[in-house]
């Protein structure tokens, strides 16, 4: 494993730190990357490019708060589509509105900038469920992401011809309870979370939840995926994986990542066709 930490201006708005970690084994815990970007203590590290490269091996994950100031809101806004516009005005509350325009208008300056286009020409289209790409048209680099957002934070899986999942969950305390995680989770994973003491449930419980997330937001297909029908490790001291799934020859397909976004938080990526180099990015206007 090695690690570089450095920042780059990607354009005159677009500013990112970031942390490299190359995976080439099985090890899947990026424990502390985060912490160390908000400490800030990349500094010396500090690098400028107009360009950001993805590596066809790579997969680019960005943070970034949702909570931004009125000016920068009103800038990302104005990238947003008539559709996404229309989504944004339908929520009630004024900081939800903020949120999801926040993490669309980031989402379209993040990928545009791997395309080199200006983010407000950016098309997405969805699959019956609901998952966005980027339309062919515009799509040379052949890039894949996803995307989740939960309280305060917002993370994106970028990366080049991978299938790619992610998920961030805001760990509540009062929702971390067996009877739900009888109703979602495996046999196998009930049994692992019981095993657990008390005092690493709830974040079993969360690891649980961001790891299935982010399985069934790679395959796209929402809701109507059977939850019960695979299986994913939780033990906060275990690393991330997809350990059983009814079809046995796909686990091996898959390579599954722990994330720590920020205390609080919990998070998982998942990521077809292993080994990939795993780069973080903090996402700053
Ligand atoms: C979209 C879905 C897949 C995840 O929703 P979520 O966890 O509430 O929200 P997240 O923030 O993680 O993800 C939402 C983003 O995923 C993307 N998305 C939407 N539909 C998607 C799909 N079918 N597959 C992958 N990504 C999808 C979108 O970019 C969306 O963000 P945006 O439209 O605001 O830009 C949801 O429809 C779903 O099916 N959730 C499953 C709920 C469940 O039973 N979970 C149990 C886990 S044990």
């Known amino acids: 494993m090695s690690n570089q930490y ?8 677009l500013c990112a730190r970031f942390a490299t970690i190359v995976f080439t084994g099985t090890e899947g815990n990026v424990a502390g990357k985060y912490h160390m970007i908000k400490k800030g203590a990349d500094d010396e590290w500090n690098h400028s490019s107009d360009r950001l490269e993805l590596g066809e091996n790579e997969v680019h994950i960005w943070r970034a708060s949702l909570d ?4 920068v809101i009103a ?29 669309r208008g980031v989402l379209r300056k993040i990928i545009s900038a791997y395309l080199s286009l200006s983010p407000s020409d950016l098309r997405f289209t ?37 299938v790619v999942g992610i998920d961030i969950e805001y760990i509540r305390e009062d929702f971390a309870t067996l009877e739900i995680a009888e109703h979602f989770f495996s046999k196998d994973e009930v049994a692992a979370l019981k095993s657990l003491p008390m005092d690493q449930r709830t974040t079993g419980f969360f690891n649980c939840w961001a790891r299935k997330e982010s399985f069934i937001k790679a395959k796209g297909i ?48 998942i990521i077809s066709d292993p080994p990939v180099i795993l780069k973080q990015f903090h996402w700053n206007e």
């Open 6 to 13: 450095f920042a780059i201006d990607l354009s005159s708005n």
């Open 68 to 71: 931004q100031n009125a000016k």
């Open 75 to 103: 800038n990302l806004a104005s990238l947003l589509s008539q559709d996404e516009y229309e989504r944004a005005v339908k929520y009630y509350h004024v900081l939800n509105r903020d949120r999801f325009i926040v993490g």
């Open 126 to 162: 969805y699959n019956e469920f609901g998952k966005p790409a980027v339309s062919n048209d515009q799509n040379g680099l052949a890039i894949n992401f996803n995307l989740s957002h939960s309280a305060e934070l917002a993370l994106y899986a970028v990366t080049r011809s991978r």
């Open 222 to 269: 929402g809701v109507s995926y059977p939850l019960n029908r695979f299986t994913v490790s939780l033990a906060p001291t275990e690393p991330a994986a997809l350990l059983n799934f009814d079809d046995e020859g796909e686990v091996a397909q898959w390579k599954m990542f722990e994330l720590r976004p920020g205390a609080g938080y919990a998070a998982a990526l």
